[in-house]
């Protein structure tokens, strides 16, 4: 129930396409939903987040969709360009210091 | 600003050694997080600290790891002995006390067991 299920493990999209990851969880107590975007030999960095009282976010070529019934959230990148080439978490956490990381979707844009 | 320092970046070991991860949190920052990342298992939290006193150590996954925060502004995490399956990235991460706080990460430590 503490699970964050992602998919897909990776992901190739064409430079300009949309590039879409999507995670679900189970755990109702869930308030709190970051994404993390990690570069090669980098540590992960928090790139936009969203709380269950909206349905979408959006900071730049940037988006989460948020369906709190179906217990679902994704990321979407606009207009994916080669610098998006990265590897994207989604996370959960109840409010208090932990956060619960989904096992990661390794995006290549191809140029 | 200084973000979160670890080292080494790589050590590379024999089995049975120990081996000993630093970081040094943001100035400031008041929880501290260690993960670590293998391809497998992706990145799961081992062990975090709130004010330097150990918070949650159930992802710690047996007695050859133990991790320690003396201070505020550094914290150590040893396997002692090592073994192959042990080989992975390894991230420290701080962040500030309170709810949905952002973690900031290092670069990580790449440790290698032969």
């Known amino acids: 129930q503490q699970q964050v299920k992602q998919s897909p493990q990776s992901l190739i999209v064409q430079k300009g396409g949309i590039s879409i990851i999507n995670c679900a969880y189970e755990?109702?107590?869930?308030?709190?939903f970051p994404w993390y975007q990690q570069f090669p030999g980098k540590g992960p960095a928090l790139l936009i987040a969203i709380r269950p009282d909206v349905s979408e976010k959006k900071e730049g070529r940037f988006t989460i969709s948020f369906n709190k019934s179906a217990k679902q959230f994704s990321l979407h990148i606009m207009d994916s360009q080669p610098g998006d080439s990265a590897t994207y978490f989604c996370a959960a956490s109840t409010g208090d210091d932990k956060i619960i990381f989904g096992k990661g979707t390794r995006l290549h844009i191809l140029p | 600003d200084a973000g979160v320092i670890q080292s080494p970046r790589h050590e590379v070991t024999e089995m049975g050694q120990e081996v000993t991860l630093r970081c040094k949190p943001i100035s400031g920052h008041n929880s501290l997080f260690w993960y670590r990342q293998t391809m497998m298992r992706g990145l799961e939290l081992l062990i975090y600290f709130n004010n330097n006193v150990p918070i949650d150590d159930s992802g710690m996954p047996e007695d050859r790891f133990s991790a320690k925060m003396p201070n505020a502004s550094f914290s150590t995490l040893k396997i002692q002995p090592s073994e192959p399956r042990d080989s992975a990235v390894y991230f420290c991460?701080?962040?500030?006390?309170?709810?949905?706080?952002?973690?900031?990460f290092g670069d990580g430590t790449r440790l290698s067991i032969l």
């Open positions: 991460a701080s962040s500030l006390e309170g709810s949905n706080q952002p973690q900031h």
């Open positions: 755990n109702t107590a869930f308030d709190y």
